[in-house]
Nanobody, 114 residues
């Protein structure tokens, strides 16, 4: 089992920054990749960024150049640094881990005001 707990969401003005964290516990060795997703009201849950066990990263076109996914293996924590935030980035952000099974955190709300 893997447990994921997100934090760091909040209200920020357009152009501002936030850093989301995802604390990982449990059978961490089983994780192959970790991802951030987001879901706006009435919209499907969309992939934002992914980082593999080898450290490769990939981003949705809408966040390239603004968001950075990273991890601290010593702290068992996944991060999403979000810069130059836009109102359209407003959503609930979810941490996701993929291994033998797929695991989700509870989500953290990010609201960007214009």
């Amino acid at each position: 089992q893997v447990q994921l707990v997100e934090s760091g969401g909040g209200l920020v003005k357009a152009g501002g920054s936030l850093r989301l964290s995802c604390a990982v516990s449990g059978t961490i060795f089983s994780i192959n990749a970790m991802r951030w997703y987001r879901q706006a009201p009435g919209e499907p849950r969309d992939l934002v960024a992914v980082i593999t066990s080898g450290g490769s990263t990939n981003y949705a076109d809408s966040v390239k150049g603004r968001f950075t996914i990273s991890r601290d293996n010593a702290k068992n924590t996944l991060y999403l640094q979000m810069d130059s935030l836009k109102p359209e980035d407003t959503a609930v952000y979810y941490c996701n881990a993929v291994g033998r099974y797929e695991y989700w955190g509870q989500g953290t709300q990010v609201t960007v005001s214009s």
